[in-house]
């Protein structure tokens, strides 16, 4: 998506290259394993991230990225616990 009139059309694969470092240099983020797929001006997410704000955080990122697009997050979100207690073995 090329801001210039009359420009070409920014190629998909340099898009999502671009979506995907953008995702992962985003100090409150630093996600490596979120899948990027563009398909007719629409973007989609999928993979998994540790909490709700990691989602909609990603969300953000690309729709500032890509205010043209449309953004389907499908990213799901793992709720890990907390491993307080202690495990038996044997």
């Known amino acids: 998506m090329s801001d210039q009139p009359g ?3 920014e190629p998909d694969e340099y898009l999502i ?7 992962a240099q985003d100090p409150m983020l630093g996600e490596l394993d ?3 797929q563009v398909a ?11 909490t709700p ?6 969300s ?8 043209d697009c449309e953004v389907r997050n499908d990213i799901s979100v793992s709720m890990l616990d ?9």
């Open 53 to 58: 704000a990691r989602h909609a955080r990603i």
């Open 40 to 50: 007719g001006g629409r973007i989609f997410l999928t993979g998994t991230v540790a």
């Open 7 to 9: 420009a070409a059309p």
């Open 34 to 36: 979120v899948h990027v």
């Open 60 to 67: 953000t990122v690309v729709e500032e990225l890509c205010p």
């Open 17 to 23: 290259e671009r979506i995907r470092s953008a995702i």
């Open 82 to 90: 907390d491993a307080t207690g202690t495990e038996s073995i044997g």
